[in-house]
């Protein structure tokens, strides 16, 4: 999936948005981050997913927040395998 990444102001965050219009099914998506190794804290909007100190946050449209992020190359790296563990939970009908 294509993904552009922004800072967000001057923080360690990044926000991550896809190219491309999609969207999450997030009951879907928790399952496969959970049998990834992530742990879930589910809301009926998002997704927040941690594993070791990174907290990804998962919008329904595929955008993601990384937190602590210090360069963009290092956001890119994160969201990619991110990206790949919630294929399965793309909605195809979006």
């Keep these: 999936m294509r993904f552009k990444v922004l800072r967000v102001c001057q923080s360690k965050a ?20 959970g049998d990834s190794g992530y742990l879930i804290t589910p809301s009926e909007v998002m997704i927040i997913a941690s594993k070791g100190s990174v907290e990804i946050t998962l919008y329904i449209n595929g955008r993601l927040m990384i937190q602590p ?3 963009k190359e290092l956001a890119t790296q ?8 919630i294929e399965s939970a793309k909605d195809k009908a979006a």
């Design 14 to 33: 990044m926000s991550v948005v896809p190219q491309e219009v999609v969207r999450f099914d997030l009951e879907k998506a928790a399952k496969a981050l």
């Design 69 to 71: 992020a210090e360069s």
């Design 78 to 85: 994160i969201a990619a395998g991110f990206y790949a563990s």
